[in-house]
């Protein structure tokens, strides 16, 4: 048996962008951090996706959620400006060249305004706690865990759709 994905186009970008704006708001300051670096950020979200509704996302269909929510994507030393689709690079020897658009971001790493620790504590709930783990990193990664079933329970009854359907393969 193959599963299938049942969710349209809409219910998708509904439940992603209610997944960045619950867990994931805007802050004001620019950090860079490995894990605010949108790959990462991306690749967190697509593993919890993936567990928690069946859904395969990648970094292009992320980096265009958090661009249609206004956040902001910069280098080392550029800012991303949504409104334009360009990078206003701050320093002459910035790594991004003038005019580099966000589809083919010619740098090694494009950070977005979120929290990086919350960003960590999102990335724990997808592999298994290791025995020598502190307690109260076990409590905040339980509450972290509790925090997404709940929304899971919540988006499943508001698309009123099972998580996926079981498909024999043709």
């Known amino acids: 048996m193959k599963k299938k ?21 805007k802050v004001p300051k620019y950090h860079r951090n490995m894990a605010n670096e949108l790959h990462h950020v991306s690749t967190t979200t697509a593993r919890l996706m993936k567990r928690l509704f069946g859904l395969h996302t990648d970094f292009a269909e992320m980096s265009a959620i958090f661009q249609s929510l206004g956040y902001a994507f ?15 690079v ?15 971001p010619d740098v090694n790493f494009l950070y977005v305004n979120v929290n990086a620790q919350t960003v960590r504590m999102l990335r724990l709930c997808t592999i298994p706690t290791p025995p020598n783990t502190s307690e109260d990193k076990v409590d905040d990664l339980d509450y972290m865990k509790q925090l997404v079933k709940k929304f899971q329970k919540r988006i499943i009854a508001e698309t009123q759709t099972p998580l996926f359907l079981d498909v024999e393969d043709e």
């Open 5 to 25: 994905e049942i969710y349209t186009d809409e219910q998708r970008t509904y439940i992603l962008k209610k997944f960045v704006q619950t867990f994931l708001p």
């Open 74 to 88: 910069f280098t080392r030393e550029g800012v991303y400006n949504p409104k334009t689709q360009r990078v206003t």
């Open 90 to 104: 701050l320093r002459r020897d910035s790594l991004f060249a003038k005019g580099t658009e966000i589809e083919e």
